[in-house]
């Protein structure tokens, strides 16, 4: 399938060529023919003389004489090949297509563990586009087909694979070798390939254009936030880094790498940042976390980096450097490739996660580095890497912040009984020994949620608006029950549990004359019991059995009112032990004008589907 050309091999080994393969002498009689000084006998005869001569003496034992065997380094060889061009050939065939220096043989040599290598496929595939091209260098249809390259190269029970391996290699490396689809050819003007490594090493001198081309890079993937609230790209000091409550990723410059041989840029940076704003020091240092390059990765991106601005450049130049359409077309693919090159390289560049993390009050803080990888965004990446390892919390359960209160314990006043809102706001964003917040709305939501547990006294806390030192009591001292803390941080405290039920227990108010307490709003379970269960000897043990409750909802909002009335009414009467709940909905509509025979019908099959009680529908 590889050599099906316009004439099969059977037919041209009629001719009786062998050893030397048909190929050759089509390349010779149809192409090299067409130059004015070639004489199509003698200078054939003159050629295979020098090659067989050539191939004889080396002890050459391959069974064909292909176009990849013409031995083109041979002074003789090389002489009936250039005699009939201009003189500017034999400086390509050097550098170019065969000789002690040639890039061909480089590549070859670079690759002596592949097959590339083994079968010197890069030098085979450049003597025979050489050969099937040279004289063809200023024709309309110029240049060599790949499958003929494959052809001209491959022996019996060698794969062509190989070979277009080698071409892909070469047509990527060589200085004169132009490409255009499926046709190869060598040219005496150097490729836009030349052009374009030339411009990519003045590059190596102009690092910042490279630096600010990374940057841009980065920048537009970053985009993709995650669960950041916001993203602080490249400062140039910790001065260039806000200080506030929400979590934040820190992308650290490329002139700062990071390496693990404990000399890297990119964490004495980082340490830099968390300790001070500008000429102030840093108060809330648990809200950052850096994003830094690996520094044997860097060189990588930075390469592709140059060769793509290579390429950006010879393009916006196409006028100036006169280039003709095959060459642009040329510069377009190899700049998309390079392009490609870039995209993907930065994400493996930009790999190191750098985290602060402080186990206890008492311990050091300890520098961590987490290599990132998967198909997101580098925000994205960083944001899942640190949430499975809960280094950053998306939720904030109140049991959880319980704990947290009491691990430390972060409760002050004198007696270690409250903590202000606030003030635990500030401490989860500054302490590295704490959870790392998204930001503060987490812990208001856990605060509120917590205040309404129904279990509140062992799992969670209680809520006041402040303490009166004087009356050694909390002011508006809310538990067991929904507290709205409002968009800000609220002036509130958060109440330990036991100290919160001695005082609810204590202010139970009485109807005068009247031994049975009231229920306190404020409070949750059976009146007959204090918070936790215990007997209260001053109320009278009576039994209630039975809740009934009516409310009209918004006609336009009974969705939202029906499941707050769900959520905050009927799952709490669900819940008791042994309960039996009934809900029913009662619908009344008066419509002055008459109702629509569509009304009618729409509501009645839909009511029917629903399961509405007999007797329902509409009359007069």
């Not at 609230?229 to 880094?241: E, K, M, N, W």
């Not at 750098?354 to 009050?361: D, G, L, R, Y």
Request: aromatic fraction near 8%; glycine fraction near 6%.
């Amino acid at each position: 399938r590889d050599f099906c050309l316009s004439r099969g091999l059977g037919d041209v080994y009629k001719r009786q060529a062998y050893p030397i393969h048909p190929e050759v002498f089509d390349r010779l009689y149809t192409d090299w023919s067409t130059l004015a000084k070639f004489q199509r006998t003698r200078g054939v005869l003159r050629l295979m003389a020098a090659v067989i001569h050539s191939l004889w003496t080396k002890g050459d034992r391959n069974p064909l004489i292909l176009p990849c065997n013409i031995p083109i380094e041979d002074n003789r060889v090389q002489f009936e090949l250039t005699r009939y061009l201009p003189d500017q050939w034999e400086p390509i065939l050097t550098k170019d297509v065969d000789g002690a220096g040639a890039l061909p043989l480089r590549i070859d040599g670079e690759l002596s563990s592949t097959n590339v290598g083994k079968y010197q496929a890069c030098r085979r595939v450049a003597r025979t586009i050489y050969l099937g091209s040279a004289p063809t260098v200023s024709a309309a249809n110029r240049g060599i087909e790949d499958r003929r390259i494959k052809l001209g190269c491959a022996m019996p029970g060698e794969q062509p694979a190989i070979f277009g391996d080698a071409l892909r290699r070469l047509a990527g490396a060589a200085t004169y070798l132009y490409q255009d689809g499926p046709r190869y050819w060598y040219s005496t003007q150097p490729t836009v390939t030349k052009l374009a490594e030339d411009r990519a090493e003045q590059l190596k001198r102009d690092g910042d254009k490279v630096v600010r081309e990374i940057e841009r890079r980065v920048k537009k993937d970053l985009t993709h936030p995650g669960e950041f609230s916001r993203i602080h790209s490249f400062p140039q000091s910790g001065a260039d880094v806000p200080d506030d409550y929400d979590a934040r990723l820190v992308v650290i410059g490329v002139e700062h790498p990071y390496s693990k041989d404990g000399s890297s840029s990119a964490e004495v940076f980082a340490k830099d940042v968390l300790r001070s704003r500008g000429n102030a020091p840093r108060l809330y240092q648990n809200t950052l976390v850096f994003l830094a390059a690996d520094k044997a990765k860097l060189q990588d991106l930075d390469e592709a980096a140059r060769r793509f601005l290579a390429w950006e450049s010879i393009l916006a130049e196409t006028a100036v450097l006169n280039l003709d359409p095959h060459q642009v077309r040329q510069a377009e693919q190899q700049k998309a490739s390079a392009d490609a090159a870039v995209s993907a390289r930065v994400p493996e560049a930009l790999q190191w996660l750098i985290v602060p993390v402080q186990e206890t009050p008492q311990s050091s803080v300890t520098w961590n580095a987490y290599r990132l990888s998967g198909q997101d965004p580098l925000a994205v990446r960083a944001s899942k890497k640190l949430r499975n390892d809960e280094l950053l919390l998306t939720s904030f359960a109140p049991s959880r912040l319980r704990m947290e209160l009491d691990r430390i314990p972060l409760w002050e006043g004198v007696d270690k009984n409250h903590v202000a809102v606030s003030t635990l706001v500030d401490y989860f964003a500054k302490y590295l020994y704490l959870p790392r917040l998204k930001n503060a709305g987490l812990l208001l939501n856990a605060v509120q949620e917590g205040v309404k547990f129904l279990t509140w006294h062992s799992d969670a806390f209680a809520y006041a608006d402040s303490y009166d030192d004087q009356a050694k009591r909390y002011r508006g001292l809310v538990a067991g029950r929904l507290v709205s803390l409002g968009g800000e941080i609220p002036p509130g405290l958060l109440v330990r549990a036991e100290v919160a039920g001695l005082q609810l227990n204590a202010e139970i108010p009485t109807q005068p004359g009247d031994s049975t307490p009231q229920p306190s709003p404020l409070t949750a379970g059976d009146p007959t019991t204090g918070l936790f269960g215990e007997p209260n000897p001053t109320v009278a043990t009576k039994k209630v059995t039975r809740y009934h409750g009516t409310v009209t909802l918004d006609a336009n909002r009974v969705g939202r009112d029906a499941g707050r009335i769900a959520d905050e009414v009927i799952s709490h009467l669900v819940a008791a032990l042994g309960a039996q709940v009934k809900v029913t909905l009662e619908i009344e509509a008066r419509i002055e004008s008459g109702a629509s025979e569509d009304v009618i019908r729409v509501v009645t099959q839909n009511g029917r589907e629903l399961k509405f009680e007999p007797g329902s529908g509409f009359e007069e």
